[in-house]
């Protein structure tokens, strides 16, 4: 046999062996053996940054609610869609490592319903829609004047403390109660759930910002067709522009707000005897004001 042929037959035996002690038996490419992957069930992932995780959080308590609302209308579907949203929202929450990213103060309104239920307040995040003007004239369902209805309305700060395996347990709760058709007690459960996350921010926002947010608060709900809670919303805003009378920072801008206020009381009346004119002049005027109170906060 040719020397050059039996030296090269050597070398791929030596090959072939040192495989076979590193790394098992060799196969040919397509036979090759490979580990069962691991099968990861119901881990959606979330991606790390701040305003991810507090979308999911934010979204979370927003389907609560949504769910809670449903059910005080009798709507079963309605109620399954958002229990649903809220437990693939936990589930990512669950899965997100900066859990305490969402500890923080959020923007929100709190509502109160005319149907029966424990922990009677109704919390919905609302920070794009009080930061945006168009977004918050959109007027949504839940909102309008209808039942169950909204009878007042108000502006807090919100820290979430989500513990995300008794949301979990609450919600698979609550959506087989309302698969049994008891939907008091799931709007109990949800109610509940609603009290374990929620805890009130230690914000302290300036009486101009407040204003500014309970009017954006009025324009929801006038695009609503709900007008008790847009004298309500503007009751407040009213609160807070007689407190920043009281303080120095925007002294130069005092005489504009004691006019403000003036027109405020003229937009009360206005609200008893609604027609699509007096509603064109309402949202012009609440437009104005909140656009000149994002002005003056910023001097």
């Known amino acids: 046999m040719n020397r050059k042929l039996i030296l090269s037959i050597m070398v791929t035996a030596s090959l072939i062996s040192s495989a076979c002690t590193k790394s098992?038996?060799?196969?040919?490419?397509?036979?090759?053996?490979?580990?069962?992957?691991?099968?990861?069930?119901?881990?959606?992932?979330?991606?790390?940054?701040?305003?991810?995780?507090?979308?999911?959080?934010?979204?979370?308590?927003?389907?609560?609610?949504?769910?809670?609302?449903a059910l005080g209308k009798k709507d079963r579907d309605m109620a399954f869609k958002h229990i649903d949203k809220a437990i693939e929202l936990n589930n990512q929450l669950k899965n997100a490592?900066?859990?305490?990213?969402?500890?923080?103060?959020?923007?929100?309104?709190?509502?109160?319903?005319?149907y029966k239920t424990d922990f009677i307040e109704h919390y919905v995040p609302l920070n794009n829609e009080l930061n945006n003007?168009?977004?918050?004239?959109?007027?949504?369902?839940?909102?309008?004047?209808?039942?169950?209805?909204?009878i007042s309305a108000k502006i807090v700060y919100l820290s979430p403390n989500i513990n995300t395996g008794i949301t979990e347990t609450k919600l698979v709760s609550a959506r087989e109660t309302?698969?049994?058709?008891?939907?008091?007690?799931?709007?109990?459960?949800?109610?509940?759930l609603i009290n374990d996350i929620v805890q009130m921010g230690q914000r302290i926002d300036s009486p101009m910002e407040?204003?500014?947010?309970?009017?954006?608060?009025?324009?929801?709900?006038?695009?609503?067709?709900?007008?008790?809670?847009?004298?309500?919303?503007?009751?407040?805003a009213k609160r807070a522009l007689y407190l920043e009378m009281n303080y120095e920072k925007h002294?130069?801008?005092h005489q504009q707000i004691s006019d403000m206020l003036e027109e405020m009381k003229q937009i009360n009346k206005m609200l008893k005897n609604v027609n699509p004119a007096i509603l064109s002049q309402i949202d012009s005027k609440?437009?104005?004001?909140?656009k000149d109170l994002k002005d003056w906060s910023r001097d």
């Open 133 to 150: 003007w168009q977004i918050s004239g959109n007027g949504p369902d839940w909102a309008k004047n209808s039942r169950p209805k909204i």
């Open 97 to 114: 490592k900066s859990k305490y990213l969402y500890k923080s103060n959020v923007i929100a309104g709190e509502f109160t319903y005319d």
């Open 251 to 253: 002294k130069k801008h």
């Open 210 to 236: 407040r204003a500014r947010y309970n009017i954006a608060l009025a324009h929801y709900f006038l695009h609503s067709q709900n007008y008790d809670v847009v004298g309500s919303s503007m009751w407040n």
């Open 24 to 69: 098992g038996p060799f196969l040919p490419h397509k036979v090759q053996l490979q580990k069962k992957p691991t099968l990861n069930i119901a881990k959606p992932q979330i991606s790390e940054t701040v305003e991810n995780v507090r979308f999911a959080a934010e979204n979370l308590i927003k389907n609560i609610t949504y769910a809670r609302i």
């Open 178 to 192: 309302v698969f049994r058709n008891e939907i008091n007690d799931a709007q109990e459960t949800l109610a509940s």
């Open 286 to 290: 609440l437009e104005k004001w909140w």
